[in-house]
């Protein structure tokens, strides 16, 4: 075997997917923080923050263009654990899974046991994401 491959089911293949899941998850989050930011206020105040537009304009107006990265932190860490959980235990799940039923079986109902893969590893992810997503949205919306 070639240096740099990796051994499908090692514990390697399954760190590197997790990694993979933390940057892709973690990273595009935090792009869209001013976004989530608004929406969320209009949710709170929605007699102060009429929509995105003025949302964004009495944002900047009170608090400052730096306002708008309000809560970029905890979004990162939760989705970057969220980004582990899925990619990383959704791949774990197709191994145990499809080990439970047997090779041919796996192979035959392939679509369902990928399904479950993706729900199992879900929602052990949601769980990772959860004390992040309550303590981003109380940065968000507090005064």
Not at 36 to 64: H, M, W
Not at 104 to 130: H, K, M, N, P, V
Request: hydrophobic share 45%; glycine share 12%.
């Amino acid at each position: 075997m070639a240096a740099d491959t990796i051994p499908f089911g090692s514990a390697k293949y399954y760190a590197i997917c997790a990694f993979g899941g933390m940057l892709s998850c973690g990273l595009t989050h935090i792009g869209i923080v001013p976004l989530d930011l608004i929406k969320c206020r209009i949710q709170v105040n929605p007699e102060k923050y009429k929509g995105i537009v003025s949302g964004f304009r009495t944002t900047i107006a009170e608090e400052g263009g730096r306002a708008l990265a309000k809560g970029w932190a905890p979004t990162f860490i939760g989705y970057s654990m969220q980004g582990l959980g899925r990619f990383g235990l959704y791949e774990y799940f197709k191994v145990f899974y499809a080990d439970l039923i047997g090779e041919e079986l796996a192979y035959q109902w392939r679509t369902t046991l990928y399904l479950a893969a993706a729900a199992s590893g879900e929602f052990f992810a949601d769980i990772l994401l959860a004390p992040m997503e309550a303590t981003k949205v109380r940065i968000q919306t507090s005064p």
